[in-house]
């Protein structure tokens, strides 16, 4: 369009006015943050603690009454937060379409959570495209970095492989005349990841041991006697599961008549997203992991002291490790915030330059974004047996066996399918430690 000269001096003063305007916003203004999670379904259940944990971190941060390190001061860099949660739930396609929104109609600075390996692979693009900071709290799948290299994708939490790797290690160590194994998982992204990922490494840290069940129910079916007979006859030494939930907690409740549990040993990862709500259903001795050093496996610390206290005063209930993977990531952001604002801004630029690469002290240790070009993060790892405590009438943990995150996790570069087909090469297990 033409227009005269004096117009054209107007509109780009006003132009400049704009961008002061947002980019004032970016400093001085809230930073609003969406949080992806699942608020209804069968997966509402094991992500609450994460949702609670969320609101209860995002207020002592506007208050300023976190404990050291980061009694800083209030909110983000002095900015205030503001939580705004939208539901995880309904596909793909409907996520990508709502995180477009949350971005472009409701101005979100950050967008954080993510329950669903699914979810994290079909919006990190996405976010990329749009260039939002967007950190992911909880989905496991190791192909977000893997398979792709971001700038505005981070995660504060480790793997499946992780996980697995820690479990194969344990079940070496605690079960060297183990000669059989079988699985029940579900059949979707996470259950697939988890049983390749476990049997991987248990054939590579054990030759010769032999797969005689697999079992692959639809999440969510809730009956699972036919999957249950056809476990109960091959009778494998090992039996991992990565069902979590309502499922977990249906199978362990129909299996039990059946001895399932005295048959084989179980291994389920996932277990403590349940274990308090079956109380003295839980079958003893069951193997499980935290997804890193959260939880029951969190080491002392004030801040640990200050977080569990704080989160049973407020919900009556102890926090799991979806609480603590929430909290990460808050913490992960204000300590970016607040270095960035140290450095004359609080832009998302200068955040992701403070963020990358970065070493953050948390309630269950100190995470690093050592992986995925500063992008993702590592973490020690324990593994343990759960045990019902029938007079304090509490769930505990036994066994614990703890392990360095270089000795779980591949090297830089390197995919993890690889990694573990390789025979794990090049892991670090100096340091392992197990209690008595």
């Known amino acids: 369009m033409n227009l005269p000269r004096r117009h054209r001096w107007i509109a780009a003063a006003l132009g400049a006015l704009c961008l002061l305007g947002t980019a004032h916003a970016q400093t001085a203004g809230k930073v609003r943050i969406a949080v992806v999670t699942p608020l209804t379904g069968p997966l509402s259940v094991v992500n609450g603690p994460g949702q609670n944990a969320a609101r209860m971190l995002a207020e002592a941060i506007n208050k300023g009454e976190l404990p050291a390190p980061y009694n800083t001061g209030k909110g983000f860099g002095g900015r205030e937060i503001e939580l705004v949660f939208l539901d995880e739930n309904g596909g793909n396609a409907k996520q990508v379409a709502e995180f477009r929104g949350l971005v472009e109609r409701q101005g979100a600075d950050v967008v954080m959570g993510f329950g669903s390996a699914a979810t994290c692979l079909a919006v990190a ?75 991987a490494a248990l054939k590579a840290l054990t030759p010769g041991i032999a797969v005689v069940a697999e079992q692959w129910p639809t999440p969510g079916a809730g009956q699972y006697s036919a999957e249950i007979s056809a476990l109960a006859s091959r009778r494998p030494d090992i039996l991992h599961t990565s069902m979590a939930g309502a499922d977990l907690e249906a199978f362990f409740t129909q299996m039990r008549p059946r001895g399932l549990h005295e048959q084989s040993k179980i291994y389920a990862p996932l277990l403590e997203l349940s274990m308090y709500r079956m109380g003295a259903q839980l079958p003893d001795g069951v193997v499980f992991t935290a997804r890193g050093t959260n939880g029951l496996f969190a080491p002392a610390s004030p801040l640990n002291d200050w977080f569990i206290t704080a989160y049973r005063g407020r919900f009556k209930d102890t926090p799991v490790y979806t609480a603590y993977q929430y909290t990460n990531s808050l913490l992960a952001l204000k300590a970016a915030y607040d270095s960035a604002a140290k450095a004359g801004s609080t832009a998302t ?31 020690d790892m324990a593994v343990g047996e759960a045990f019902f405590d029938t007079e304090k009438k509490t769930v505990s943990v036994r066994n614990v066996v703890r392990f360095p995150a270089e000795c779980v996790n591949p090297p830089e570069g390197v995919k993890s399918e690889a990694w573990l087909k390789d025979g794990m090469a090049g892991r670090k297990c100096d340091g392992v430690v197990a209690s008595k």
Not at 182 to 192: E, F, S, T
Not at 352 to 378: C, D, E, F, M, W
């Open 125 to 199: 693009p996405v976010a990329e495209e749009l260039k939002v900071l967007t950190v992911m709290s909880t989905c496991a799948t190791p192909r977000i970095f893997e398979d792709g290299k971001y700038e505005y994708v981070f995660r504060t939490t480790g793997t499946t492989t992780m996980d697995s790797v820690a479990l194969a290690l344990y079940a070496q160590a605690r079960m060297p005349q183990a000669k059989t194994v079988g699985h029940i998982n579900p059949n979707y992204a996470l259950g697939q990841d988890a049983w390749r990922d476990f049997s």
């Open 349 to 379: 630029p200068a955040v992701i330059k403070a963020l990358k690469g970065r070493s953050i002290v948390t309630p269950s240790g100190t995470i690093r974004l050592a992986l995925g070009n500063g992008h993702q993060a590592i973490q």
